[in-house]
């Protein structure tokens, strides 16, 4: 990595003082543990009720130790773009990363937005390139992306014209505009061709969705008809190059569908991610990656500049081997009644695991060193003697020679070749990394890119990082710098956290448990602890359920769970013990500040160059989009 000539700091690490808390969640410690010790006492004086409550209250108390952990050390980074700016020429590549697996469940209109959102960033284009993966092997996704790449080309410019704050053109148009008198004429006029712009492509990939314009499938379409979604060649189109590699142009837009085949795993999104990681590293081979699920869309345009305030800002690689946003989401439902928002989760608890070892991987909107992901520790000297070794390189790799090649020259820290005006000449090669047996035999999976094996291999992936003695950082931005989708029905919340609460239990039951990470490897005894928090999810259903059914239990056999005595001290753990249900389970936001700037009213002016327009966030209840009032040109 070159060495940036950057004297001032990037960012800041600043420690909250949260000293009232902290003594809150001591008491109901003390007062958890003193009710423990009066049950263990009173034990033989009492029923089973009794001890069923114990063992409830036991477990309630070592989660309680888990979340004080937690919680204790919450840390804020403020980063400092501006000062990056100053050596703009000098920025690193970046190569963008977009999964997406089923143009029906995911419509193509939502993929295409996150990817102009992408195309759009506040970073120099010639140093990114965006690479979509396709798992629906769908015609009707790589159409809609051939046309956003057209649209592309007048909305990147007019968003860096106007200085526009959100990039994803549905977000952008779905407000009522009220364009006053003092816009100029030049910009109500681009603004209103644009919005027409924006609809005829809508209104494309709505008709080719209906099937009303049919492909034409002897061009380059051809290689979809009678495609099988299962089974099916790589297929690897370069919609747009950079030829020219200028920084106002549009960055390369890459559409890959790896081979598929029923013989052989796919292992889902992280062999999708493990394909986009050595196809990248094939044709552009930046330092670092982006990734970004296909409905999550790019909301501040200022968040690459950040996270490399993050990664490039930091004295020792160590403390940075990748960057996480949290995932806020937009269109939320009201009070949020399947807290499915995580707001707590993400304003507290992921803060204070930033203050230990930084926070986990959340499988997207994270931004991650290549090298790292290469299945490098800091300060490996094992790997880096071995780079001239092409049989181990091919071990680890595979048997491609330009993909080893490239990762030999990533983890000597060498920066990758700039974005090239050659994509079309590292086609070949980048089908034959992207073939389904390429990593039989390898380390892909198992050390190497994202780790197989888990319905969420996000978390198995950064943790796999966390035990070789990395640590990682956390960029959160006002306005938020990823929104996503969550589930807005009972139903959807309840299969997708049933799929995460299974694939946690799994993890903290398997060999990959972060115990073990702790014991033979890198991973800190109070990350382990943070890990442990998450991973527990499933398990505390079980006493949480039988502590509610006791009452009633209670009352049908004539028994008893609570003290007869009216002592106060009694009741003050009652009232305690509410206290920390509350809190670990939060009907409201425990907080006089903001949580997430999308759920609050407030108005924010957007301040840019002369070229600016000026935005009002009016998103009282969070379901409509910024309205641009004025444009000061
Ligand atoms: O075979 C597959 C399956 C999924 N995906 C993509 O993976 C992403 C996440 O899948 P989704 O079904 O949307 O899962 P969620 O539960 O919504 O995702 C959350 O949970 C996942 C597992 O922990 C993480 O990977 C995600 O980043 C995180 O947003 C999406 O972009 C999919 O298109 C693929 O590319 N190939
Ligand atoms: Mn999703």
Redesign the pocket.
Known sequence: MANYPISLPLYQRISRKNTIPRTVELIILFLLFSLLVYRLLSLTNHGITWLLAFFCESWFTFVWLLTVNTKWNQVDYKTHPDRLLQWAPELPPVDMFV???DPVL?PPIITVNTVLSLLAVDYPAHKLACYV?D?GVSPLTFYSLVEASKFAKLWVPFCKKYNIHVRAPFRYFSGKPLLSQDVSLEFQQEWRKMKDEYEQLSQKIEDAAKRSVLYDFTNEFAIFSNIKRKNHPTIIKVIWENKEAESSGLPHLVYISREKHPKHP?H??AG?MNVLTRVSGVMTNAPFMLNI???MFVNNPQIVLHAMCLLLGVKNERDSAFVQSP?KFYDGLKDDPYGNQFVVLYEYLLHGIVGIQGPLY???GCFHRRKVIYGLSPDDKDIIGKLGDEDYLQKQYGNSKVFTKSAAQTLSGLDGKTASPHLWSSVEAANIVADCGYEYGTSWGIKVGWIHGS?????LTGLTIHKRGWRSAYCSLDPPEFLGCAPTSGPATMT?QK??AT?LLEILVSSRSPIFATLYEKLEFRQCLAYMWILVWALRSIPELCYAALPAYCIITNSHFLPKVQEPAILIHVALFVIYVQSIHPIRIPSDRPINPCMVEQSENVEGNQHDCMVIWNVKCYTQAPRIIRGNI
């Open positions: 999964t997406t697996a995911e993966s798992d796919h889902f999104k999708a699920d296909c409905d995932q959340g499988g997207t319905t969420v291999e996000d978390l997708q799929r995460w694939g």
